[in-house]
């Protein structure tokens, strides 16, 4: 059978699917291993930093390598670190003097996997021949939510039937599924967003007005999606009160299904849709469900505020590079690059800055959501500027 752009699209949409299991299979399990390893809760918040630092390092660094060293070599590579980090994900707690070496080594191995994803993906099926880039983007990140809600749900039920203590067996499960993406990304056919060398140069972004917003923009929604679902699970659980399975299912998953929910629609109607204006009220939105989360003191408004944000982020990350790949159609490699910079910067900054307030005033996680509240509201502040930069330009 001839593999087409079909088969490619689909190996990308299978790819965010892989970064959806990085991000968000290790924090199904803080709790366990706090009480497995007795690993206190700043390293668990050292652990989510570690991997979305290390994610922002490879997204700079592959903006100079990863045309040189080619897609396809790149995208193999990011499957096999990938696999090569949920298999020591399984082991090396185990073995390793220090069971906090032996995760950092794994969610190492996996961020890098992930950040060579996050950068390479978007370009690829922007480079893809389709009518509609802004659907199709927007249809692409979805798919994050979808594999977010895979993981929860099926490991929600593997841990029901099997038992918790049993979750180093289904780190090696998931492992099949960038093995199996990898063997697809050896053989689809593979684009570039714009011929080698013709694309906008480091230099040339920086001094953009545009592209400084945009980033800007990129940080504040990463921080904003991730200072909630990275905390949603341990936030059901200890500060309202539900139990595991109930917060990881009405907590996490709800946060997935309606920022997936969101991106779906946004790619349906993006013909009929302002982008600058859906952004502008979706990061409104976000503000009120931060404040849901950290000031009623309820848990089924924590559970609501939850799953409000998961849709009020939806479009947030990919409506940010639609607007890029529009405005800046020479950014190139590079600025996908650095938008996943961004991205990651503040994926590390929101759960970071929320998990620290919460240590200090003392495991209150509600304080650390409602700290973290100033990443939406400057999403706000942000989409509103560069909606009105676009409405000065001359048409």
């Not at 709790?31 to 700043?42: A, C, E, G, K, V």
């Not at 490991?155 to 199996?180: D, K, M, Q, Y």
């Amino acid at each position: 059978m001839k593999l087409t752009y079909k088969h490619t699209i689909f190996s990308c949409f299978l790819g965010y699917v892989v970064q959806a299991i990085i991000n968000n299979f290790a924090p199904l399990l803080f709790l366990t291993f706090q009480s497995s390893y007795d690993i206190p809760l700043s390293q668990i918040t050292m652990l989510i930093g570690f991997n979305f630092i290390v994610q922002l390092l490879v997204d700079f660094a592959s903006a100079g390598f990863a045309e040189r060293l080619g897609y396809r070599r790149s995208m193999l590579l990011a499957h096999g670190l990938s696999i090569a980090g949920f298999a020591a994900m399984g082991i090396l707690p185990e073995i390793l003097p220090s069971p906090f070496v032996g995760l950092l080594i794994a969610v190492f191995l996996c961020a890098i996997g992930g950040g060579l994803l996050e950068v390479l993906v978007s370009p690829i099926v922007e480079a893809c021949p389709t009518d509609n880039k802004e659907r199709m983007m927007s249809i692409l990140h979805s798919f994050y939510c979808w594999g977010v809600v895979a993981v929860i749900v099926l490991s929600t039920l593997f841990f029901t039937v099997f038992g918790i203590e049993n979750w180093r067996i289904l780190a090696f499960i998931w492992a099949i599924v960038p093995l199996a993406d990898g063997i697809l990304f050896a053989f689809v056919p593979i684009n570039t967003p714009v011929p080698e060398g013709e694309g906008m140069s480091f230099r040339e972004l920086i001094k953009s007005g545009t592209f400084r917003i945009l980033f800007a923009m990129m940080l504040c929604a990463g921080a904003s999606e991730m200072a909630v679902s990275q905390w949603a699970s341990t936030l059901c659980e200890n500060a309202l009160g539900v139990s595991k399975t109930i917060g990881d299912l009405a907590g996490m998953a709800a946060f997935a299904v309606l920022m997936g929910t969101a991106r779906a629609l946004h790619g349906k109607f993006a013909d009929k849709l302002s982008l600058d204006k859906a952004m502008t009220v979706s990061a409104l939105l976000c503000v009120c469900s931060y404040l849901m989360i950290a000031l009623i003191p309820n848990a089924a408004a924590g559970l609501a505020g939850c799953a409000v944000c998961g849709f009020s982020v939806g479009i947030m990350w990919p409506g940010t590079f639609s607007k890029g790949a529009a405005e800046l159609p020479r950014g190139g490699t590079m600025m996908f690059a650095l938008f996943a910079l961004a991205g990651d910067i503040g994926c590390a900054a929101g759960p970071a800055l929320a998990g620290f307030a919460a240590d200090i005033s003392g495991g209150n996680l509600r304080i650390g959501v409602l700290l973290a509240v100033i990443f939406p509201v400057a999403m706000a502040v942000l989409s509103a500027i560069s909606r009105s930069v676009e409405n000065k330009k001359p048409r």
